[in-house]
């Protein structure tokens, strides 16, 4: 039952996340992408502090995390097992990504993204834009693979 749930959580949990961001990927990416530095920098003024602090992105951050563990528990018995092994490798690439790449990479870049003056932006923005891009793509990829992951578990699981 503790695998049931777990798993399920995991996969729902992992496809919200996948939404999220396919949707700054593939929607907000090409929105921001042709914007000057002025332009880019009152987006990011904009979007940044809600995106930062809106309650879906906890939630679903900690669902990330928690979700897996507790399907490992109910997989405890079936350690070695490939839907332990597939939920253990989508809880790492989770980890790697959403969580840590989000606080040690995301988050810096976006505090200098918010210092700029819109009207007295650095001349090396674009590097911190070019970042802002790549990340996202990267945390993207690596939240995919979990999903993918996550829902070959439950499949092996349940079959």
Do not use: C, K
Not at 10 to 27: C, D, K, P
Not at 41 to 52: S, Y
Not at 91 to 107: I, Q
Not at 124 to 133: K, P, T
């Amino acid at each position: 039952m503790t695998a049931d749930i777990g798993l399920g959580l995991s996969v729902v949990a992992t496809a919200l996340w996948s939404g999220l961001l396919l949707t700054l990927t593939t929607i907000l990416h090409p929105m921001f992408a042709p914007r000057g530095a002025a332009g880019f920098t009152e987006d990011m003024r904009r979007f940044l502090p809600i995106a930062r602090r809106s309650p879906t992105n906890y939630v679903l951050v900690v669902a990330l995390v928690v979700s897996p563990v507790v399907a490992l528990v109910g997989l405890w018995h079936q350690a070695g097992s490939a839907p332990f092994v597939l939920t253990a490798a989508g809880l790492a690439a989770t980890v790697a990504g959403p969580l840590l790449m989000s606080s040690r990479l995301a988050e810096p870049n976006y505090a200098v993204i918010l210092s700029w003056d819109p009207d007295a932006v650095p001349p090396d923005w674009g590097i911190a834009r070019s970042r802002y891009f790549r990340l996202n793509w990267q945390r993207a990829i690596l939240t995919w693979l979990a999903l993918g992951l996550f829902v070959a578990a439950a499949y092996l699981y349940y079959t």
